[in-house]
Structure formats: C-alpha cells, structure tokens
C-alpha cells in the first residue's frame, strides 16, 4: 500500500505562480510513476504532469512550457512548480503514484484557485 499527503496549493492571481508538492510513504520501493492530475467542477479528471522512475516526464497539452514536475527518490517526493497560471488551471490537484504491478493510488486532492 502507498499513501500520498499532498501540500501547497492555495489562491493566486493570474499571471502568478504556485507549487505543490506529494510525499510518499508505505510500500515506496514498488513506485514507479508518480505525478499530478487535476479536476475542474463539471469536468473529467485530466493529467497534468507524470514523471516514471527514469525521470521521463509527460505534461498535458494544457500545461506545457507553463508547469516543472520533478522527483526526489531519496524523499519519495514529487513536485509540481505552476508558473503563468491562468484561471482556467483552478482545480483540486490530486498526487498520482503508480506501482510496478500497475496499481494506482490517490492522494486527497489540494485546491489551487487561480481568480483576479
């Protein structure tokens, strides 16, 4: 079993930037992907950024060149830089880790609210 605590997030006004950040704790040495997805009112569950264990990044088409996912082994710990963050990336943000069996796991989910 994995177990994901998220912190960060919060409120910013557009332009501004925000980070976050998903500790890892339990059965840490089966994780292989860890990362970021978000969920707007009304809307699916979309990724944001996922990195795997080889420092391979993905970020959704909505995110690039805008948002910086990195890694920390040694802390088990994923984050998740926002810059140019607009009011459309308002969302909870959920910490994502996928084990090497294909299992996923789900942190709580942080609010970022992006509003003038």
């Known amino acids: 079993q994995v177990q994901l605590v998220e912190s960060g997030g919060g409120a910013v006004q557009p332009g501004g930037s925000l980070s976050v950040s998903c500790a890892a704790s339990?059965?840490?040495?089966?994780?292989?992907?860890m990362g970021w997805y978000r969920q707007a009112p009304g809307k699916q569950r979309e990724l944001v950024a996922i990195?795997?264990?080889?420092?391979?990044?993905t970020y959704g088409d909505s995110v690039k060149g805008r948002f910086t996912i990195s890694r920390d082994d040694a802390k088990m710990t994923v984050y998740l830089q926002m810059n140019s963050l607009k009011p459309e990336d308002t969302a909870v943000y959920y910490c994502?880790?996928?084990?090497?069996?294909?299992?996923?796991?789900w942190g709580q989910g942080t609010q970022v609210t992006v509003s003038s």
């Open positions: 994502y880790a996928q084990n090497r069996v294909w299992r996923e796991f």
């Open positions: 339990g059965s840490i040495a089966s994780i292989k992907v």
């Open positions: 990195v795997a264990s080889a420092a391979s990044t």
